[in-house]
């Protein structure tokens, strides 16, 4: 019964969840904090009694030693710090979207490969007891086969959720149903389909995007297939977002935190066949609720200390988390070029970039990190006054 020694690279928000996941797991040890900031490293050090405090990656690597490493940090410095951390040799849980291109991501995981090291893309949802219970539902045939899916947003900028929120309910999908074989999308902007000047990079650091609405059809296999819709909405509406799932005999309707059955198939306002049964959550065996850990994060720290005693990948592997890449670049492929495109592409180059390359265009300004600075600044450049969205 091996202990894993876990460093954390990224202290902020996500970092603190996935400190306290691993924290509580009790197959896991914390070696080392690390972040630039040191009020942060100490903040969350002192939280959970972790002495061991960094704000230099090749100090943590050194000093620390660690199995694995999670790297909660934006989306534009996964790939170098995975690189790094491979260097070292570790295995890594690296927090979605995996990285900015598919060309990274690639050459992450032929690093990884090639030095026999995991990587895990941190997707807590696909591991939560909601989902959990979701797929025991399933399984159990409460509404028989599968025929459709939908997944629905928090109301973001349509590219920005795209790789933000987009990217945790393409994982669910395909954790149900399989890999994409297809998608063919719709990309609005100010309403009328968007162009290469409105491709522009995103806020947070998560890659170049396009679209303020956005719509795809997603075919997988079993003639199987999704649809994916990332609007902007006039404020964001956390209660917006969750997927869908229809079967020939009942309905399921996933979030994060809950899931609900619906015995029918198709929706009845008669009073007897729209009420909604809510599943009871699947937690992990040594989950402890009266902790810090969040129960989908702990559930992800649980499988991948299971995937490593027994030699295999996560759940949530490199694998899956390049093929959910794969996915969202095909939406943004799609929505520029008007037609279908199918999966995994041979063109690894970033679709928008290379649409504007075509059209004589050099790659988009720079733009705010900030998310409302950000939206803020599209307006503008939409010629309109900008909107009062919370983030």
Not at 19 to 48: F, K, N, S
Not at 65 to 73: F, G, H, L, S
Not at 155 to 168: A, E, F, K, P
Not at 290 to 315: P, Q, T
Request: charged share 25%; proline share 5%; hydrophobic share 35%.
């Amino acid at each position: 019964m091996r202990t894993y020694r876990v460093a954390i690279l990224g202290c902020r928000s996500r970092g603190t969840a996935a400190a306290r996941a691993y924290h509580a797991h009790p197959r896991c040890q914390i070696v080392g904090l690390c972040d630039l900031v040191r009020e942060r490293v100490d903040t969350l050090g002192d939280e959970l009694g972790i002495p061991d405090r960094f704000t230099d990656l090749d100090e943590l690597m050194r000093g620390g030693a660690p199995d694995i490493v999670a790297i909660p940090t934006a989306t534009e410095f996964h790939h170098e710090l995975c690189m790094r951390v491979l260097a070292y040799g570790a295995h890594i849980d690296v927090e979605k979207p995996m990285c900015s291109t598919l060309e990274q991501a690639d050459e992450v995981l032929a690093e990884a490969n090639r030095k026999g090291f995991r990587i895990a893309v941190h997707h807590q949802g696909r591991c939560s007891p909601s989902m959990r219970a979701a797929q025991r539902a399933i399984r159990e045939g409460r509404i028989g086969a599968i025929r459709y899916l939908t997944g629905t947003c928090k109301g973001y900028y349509g590219g920005y959720g795209l790789m933000n929120i987009g990217t945790h309910i393409v994982n669910n999908m395909i954790g149900l149903v399989g890999h994409c074989r297809s998608v063919t999308a719709l990309g609005l902007t100010a309403g009328d389909p968007v162009t290469p000047a409105d491709v522009i990079p995103s806020a947070g650091g998560m890659g170049t995007v396009c679209g303020e609405r956005l719509t795809a059809l997603l075919a997988f296999g079993d003639n199987i297939t999704g649809t994916l819709v990332q609007h902007r909405y006039a404020r964001v509406d956390n209660t917006a977002y969750g997927l869908e799932i229809y079967g020939e005999e009942g309905r399921i309707f996933w979030k994060s935190t809950a899931g609900w059955l619906l015995p029918t198939p198709h929706y009845v306002p008669d009073g007897v066949h729209d009420h909604w049964e809510a599943l009871s959550p699947v937690y992990a065996d040594t989950f402890d609720p009266s902790g810090r850990a969040d129960a989908s994060d702990y559930a992800y720290v649980d499988e991948f200390v299971r995937a490593l005693d027994e030699d295999h990948e996560h759940e949530c592997s490199g694998g899956e988390g390049l093929h959910v890449m794969e996915t969202l670049m095909g939406v943004l492929e799609s929505a520029a070029y008007g037609r279908r495109v199918m999966l995994p592409q041979t063109d690894r180059r970033h679709p928008l970039l290379h649409w504007r390359e075509v059209h004589g265009m050099d790659a988009p300004a720079s733009m705010p990190r900030d998310y409302r600075e950000w939206l803020e600044a599209e307006d503008r450049r939409l010629g309109r006054p900008p909107a009062q969205e919370t983030a």
